[in-house]
């Protein structure tokens, strides 16, 4: 039987041993989301009605958190919008589609919440049978007019975005810098921080940009 509920403070510790086991050495040598996931719940820029676990079997398996984001036009007029991340599946439960059952449920909350629009950064491979498109075709850009390929837009509500050039910016709470992960890192029990070819796939990725 599968569940989608909000998340409860009993939840915190295994959403974080989640986190780590998901994401360690998978884009770089350990990984920073379960540093993210710590303190993200304190920053005013997190949504905690968009804040979703999934169970299966009453054994939690997966989770959404989302934050708040911005785009702004070359006027200066602000559009309040969305970003989720991180989203995370244990790895033994992965490929059986309940990343998508968290983002249509979440995203159906986030439309009762009067939001229209979700910007994430990720492989696009991961992404687009969820309805998300490369930003450069919303024209929605970085500081320096840049449309990164990992950059990915979905609109909520059709006609959301208009095709003006919007400059989009993410909550300061997702600027976390290596060191402080691996020095909070280091106060669990210990896994080895190594390379691995998908860091290499995700840098490529992260450093990419669409003329």
């Known amino acids: 039987m599968l569940t989608i509920r ?22 770089v040598p350990g990984c920073v989301e379960h540093y ?17 676990v999934l ?3 009453g054994k939690l398996v997966g989770y959404i958190m989302y934050t708040k984001a911005t785009l702004t036009d070359i006027e200066g007029n602000v559009k309040n919008i969305l970003t989720f991340g991180p989203l995370c599946v244990e ?12 983002m249509q449920h979440s995203f159906e909350k ?15 491979s991961n992404y687009v049978s969820s309805g998300f498109v490369s930003c450069k075709k919303y024209n929605i850009c970085r500081k320096g007019d840049k449309f990164p390929a990992a950059m990915l837009v979905r609109e909520l509500k059709s006609g959301a975005l208009d095709g003006r050039k919007w400059y989009y910016e993410d909550s300061p709470v997702m600027d976390v810098l290596p060191e402080t992960a691996n020095a909070y ?11 691995t070819p998908t860091q290499e796939a995700f840098y490529i990725m992260s450093q990419s940009f669409l003329e």
């Open 6 to 27: 909000n998340e409860e403070p009993r939840d915190y510790e295994t959403i974080e041993t989640i986190t780590r086991d998901a994401f360690y050495n998978l884009y």
């Open 55 to 57: 169970e299966l079997d």
């Open 91 to 102: 790895p033994a439960y992965q490929r059986r589609g309940f990343g998508k059952l968290l």
């Open 36 to 52: 993210l996931v710590h303190i993200m719940r304190a920053h005013p820029d997190f949504v905690p009605e968009l804040d979703f």
């Open 185 to 195: 890192d280091d106060t669990l029990p210990p896994k080895e921080r190594r390379h």
């Open 110 to 124: 986030a439309v009762s919440m009067g939001y229209d629009t979700v910007v994430i950064f990720g492989m696009p």
